[in-house]
């Protein structure tokens, strides 16, 4: 499976959208990850140098990271559900872990310390 030019830069487009909604930057998102920062930069790029499992896994940790901090992520028009059941005929995905909201991160979406435990629990 491989995307057109049209929909690599659509998807990188909503890839960074994600990236800024979620509050944190391209560091914590690679620690988070464990990935390398040319890894990151070209999986945010949906270059031809990226890995499609890694754009998945990105995909999904920055939306589940926009929605952990009561944000709404950007849709994603081509790295649908229907895409991912086709993806994953292709090779196998990687569930992005669980973000952990912590509690600078929440106090500066506006949540309390508190609201920030319950997240992380």
Known sequence: MSLSPEESRRTSAELHANLDRCGLGP??????????????????????????????????????????????PVPYTVLTERMRRVAATWYPLRT????????????????????????SG
């Open 27 to 72: 560091g914590e998102i690679r620690a988070d990850l464990g990935m390398s920062a040319h890894q990151l930069t070209e999986t945010l790029a949906v270059s031809d140098d990226s890995r499609p499992t890694d754009v998945w896994l990105v995909r999904d940790y920055l939306e589940k990271l926009v929605a952990a901090r009561g944000g709404t």
């Open 96 to 119: 992005a872990p669980t973000p952990v909201i912590r509690s600078h991160e929440a106090d500066a979406a506006g949540g309390t310390r508190a609201a920030a435990l319950a997240h």
